[in-house]
Every structure is written in structure tokens, then in C-alpha cells.
């Protein structure tokens, strides 16, 4: 059966959703859903802040690489959605480790890993995730920061620094419920350098930056600024696109499809 969310319908089913579990370098289970089509292929795809596997987008991409014969796994970081842990403000780089052990996994179990992609957050993590281990070949960055400093302010106030000084935490309310940002975590993404990070992707690694023009999260100035400095790097602005592509679906799950296609053909173009 689909997922909720789910594009799919009574007469276009899933073909095959199972659950996975994966242990993470912390012991922790990492709960995900992989849609099996039998295809050696396979791209993971990663959530957001606060978010989880059950995220429309997730769903969305998984069901639409699911229609084009590609197997996708969709999964949820450790603290998040049904996977252990507690919630943590910031680790970004505990999250590419995350990605990383699922990525072993799939790797032992004889599948090449063909993509990776990352909404919001998750666009940070698969990009850290490139800069540090260089094995997957295509990176999809759909809506990520690149600046990892800009945002406090805005939305949580210009005295937000103070607050969190004085108790060491803040509990931050919004309308997706309440959550702790601890002064470590902030400081974690605060050191997390996106830009130093990307200047490591190595050339033979194809990225496609993905972003909407309407962002109210991350503005597309943030997705320019990749374009920059990325060496193999293509970049797709979705006009009038929110953060979270609520009108713009099925034109985000196309770019990226054409995207991964691409990469697939030439694969098996290679002698």
C-alpha cells in the first residue's frame, strides 16, 4: 500500500514498500521505506529540518522513481520520524554519518548507489555527505543553505543569542509544535561551512541544485552561491516555488527525474 501522501492510486499501486532498519555509528536504528522495483540502482533520499520520511516530498520522489523503474529509499535521521535518538538542533555532519550508514548498508547488500537527494536541510547533509566521502557520483540539493549563519535572526528574534547563553537552551515554539535548541547545537551549525565543504566535492561528482523562486525559508540567492563554487554544477530555478514545492510537485519530481535519467543513460552509455 502507498504511504500517506502518496501520488499513487487503487489501479497504480505500489510495486513493492518495505520497511528497513539500519544501525547507525551510534547504535541507534534508523527506520526507512524502500520502494523495490528490482532495479540494482537505488537513490536515497533525505528530510529536512524537524521533518521525516513521510514528507509529501519524500513520498513524491520515491513514487516517481518508483514509476520510472528506480528503486529509492526514503528514511528517517536519527531523532526524527520513527528512527531512534533524541531530536538534536545543528548536526549536520552526524546526519551525513547517518547517510553514510545507510549508504553502507544498500553497498553490502550488492546495490550501486545511484543518487543521493536532500530537501532543505537534507540538500546540506547530501552535499556534506560528498565533500567527505567522494563514492557517490550524484548529488541532487533541493532548497539547501549555504550560508549556515543566516536564519537565527529571523526567526527567532535578534536576541536569541542572549536567551540561549543565559540558560544554556531555548524552547522554540512554531506551528509544527516545540522543540530545545541547545547552545551546542546552535554552535554546531553555526561551524557547519557549507562553503568550505563544497570546495571538496571532487569534479567527477554531478550536482543539480534545485530551488524554488518563492522560497520563504532559504532564499535562492543561497542556491546561486553554490552555482559558484561547485565544480560539475547545475542549477534549476522552479519560478513561483515555496519551500516546500506546495503547488510545484510534480515540476520539482520532473527536473529531478530528467536529472537522475540523464546520469543513468550515461552510465550505461560508457563501453
Not at 543518487?115 to 548529488?139: E, P, Q, R, T
Request: proline residues 3%.
Amino acid at each position: 500500500m502507498a504511504q500517506p501522501g502518496s501520488t499513487h492510486d487503487a489501479q497504480n499501486p505500489v510495486i513493492q514498500q518495505q520497511n528497513v532498519i539500519i544501525p547507525n555509528n551510534h547504535g541507534e536504528k534508523l527506520v526507512g521505506s524502500l520502494h523495490e522495483t528490482g532495479s540494482p540502482e537505488i537513490v536515497i533520499l533525505c528530510h529536512g529540518f524537524r521533518s521525516s520520511k513521510e514528507y509529501n516530498i519524500m513520498v513524491n520522489l520515491a513514487v516517481a522513481l518508483e514509476n520510472e523503474g528506480i528503486s529509492a529509499f526514503r528514511f528517517d535521521f536519527a531523532g526524527n520520524g520513527e528512527s531512534e535518538g533524541s531530536f538534536q538542533f545543528g548536526g549536520y555532519w552526524r546526519e551525513a554519518d547517518d547517510l553514510h550508514a545507510v549508504i553502507q548498508h544498500f553497498r553490502g547488500a550488492k546495490r550501486v548507489i545511484h543518487a543521493i537527494l536532500g530537501h532543505s536541510k537534507g540538500g546540506g547533509v547530501v552535499l556534506l555527505y560528498a565533500s567527505k566521502y567522494h563514492d557517490v557520483h550524484m548529488v541532487l540539493n533541493v532548497s539547501g543553505r549555504y550560508n549556515l549563519k543566516r536564519g537565527i535572526d529571523e526567526h527567532w528574534g535578534k536576541d536569541f543569542f542572549e536567551r540561549i547563553k543565559k540558560d544554556g537552551f531555548v524552547d522554540v515554539k512554531d506551528k509544527t509544535g516545540s522543540y530545545r535548541v541547545t547552545e551546542e547545537g546552535l554552535m554546531d551549525r553555526l561551524s557547519t561551512d557549507m562553503h568550505e565543504a563544497c570546495l571538496k566535492i571532487e569534479k567527477d561528482c554531478r550536482v543539480l541544485t534545485i530551488h524554488g523562486s518563492a522560497d520563504e525559508i532559504i532564499p535562492v540567492e543561497d542556491a546561486v552561491e553554490f552555482a559558484k563554487i561547485i565544480p560539475t554544477h547545475k542549477l534549476h530555478i522552479i519560478e513561483g516555488a515555496d519551500h516546500g514545492y506546495t503547488s510545484h510537485q510534480a515540476e520539482l519530481a520532473l527536473v529531478a527525474l530528467n536529472f537522475i535519467r540523464t546520469g543513468l543513460q550515461e552510465g550505461k552509455d560508457k563501453p
